[in-house]
């Protein structure tokens, strides 16, 4: 079996999201990118969070407890007034450091910013693939991967569907799950928590485009 490592910029995803009009299943798309005989050694996700949001806090608690290691940095006010989290450097120095212990290294949205590290990576012995939109993805980037997979293509199979969407969340409150029902416990958090995350990030764009105006 095939050891892999993930790597999502949560922050550059939503916005491709935005841009194909779906919501991300974060389950469908760990389950695309393993669907081949692979294994995820780990699977990252990169984000800036408002520390002050309990339900962005519950959200990236979900995440966690469901095999994502979340790296995140509060959102600072940047000289032209936008709140930014910069995580490129996180990015790079984890993917040199696992580098040498899975076979292939898989980046999802990230920007051109890490093509360098990309680079860097390909001169070694793992593959590197780039999961991203078609239309923004430039050549360097291209040129330095073993394979690039757009999200265009692959939007209906990591997309929610529109069951999941409609499905009203169970009303309960964040905690541990009981080991009497936990695979219903984890279903609730991910119905209640998966339906915030778009809100959190269409809220960090709003005070952007406030605070550039």
């Known amino acids: 079996m095939e050891k892999i490592a993930i790597f999502i910029d949560g922050s550059n995803l939503f916005y491709s999201a935005q841009y194909l009009n779906i919501e991300i299943d974060y389950i469908k798309l760990l389950q695309t990118i393993t669907s081949t005989n692979r294994k995820s050694v780990r699977t990252y996700f990169y984000t800036g969070v408002d520390n ?24 600072l006010e940047c000289q032209d007034g ?25 980046i999802v949205a990230a920007d051109d910013s890490i093509s360098y590290a990309v680079s860097h990576l390909s001169q070694k012995s793992c593959k590197v693939e780039y999961i991203g939109l078609k239309t923004t993805v430039n050549n360097k980037l291209i040129y330095s991967i073993d394979k690039f997979t757009s999200l265009e293509d692959i939007k209906d199979l990591i997309g929610r569907s529109n069951m999941t969407k409609q499905m009203q969340p169970i009303d309960i409150q964040w905690r541990k799950p009981n080991t009497n ?33």
Not at 52 to 75: A, C, I
Not at 191 to 207: F, G, T
């Open 52 to 75: 002050t949001n309990e339900r962005q806090q519950q959200w990236l608690q979900w995440m966690r407890t469901n095999g994502f290691r979340v790296v995140s940095k509060p959102l």
């Open 181 to 213: 029902n936990v695979k219903s416990n984890k279903l609730a958090w991910r119905r209640e928590l998966e339906d915030d995350i778009d809100a959190e990030y269409r809220q960090i764009v709003e005070n952007e485009k406030d605070d550039s105006e």
């Open 82 to 106: 936008k709140r930014k989290a910069n995580l490129d450097v996180e990015i790079t120095v984890d993917m040199i450091s696992i580098s040498d212990k899975v076979e292939t290294i898989v």
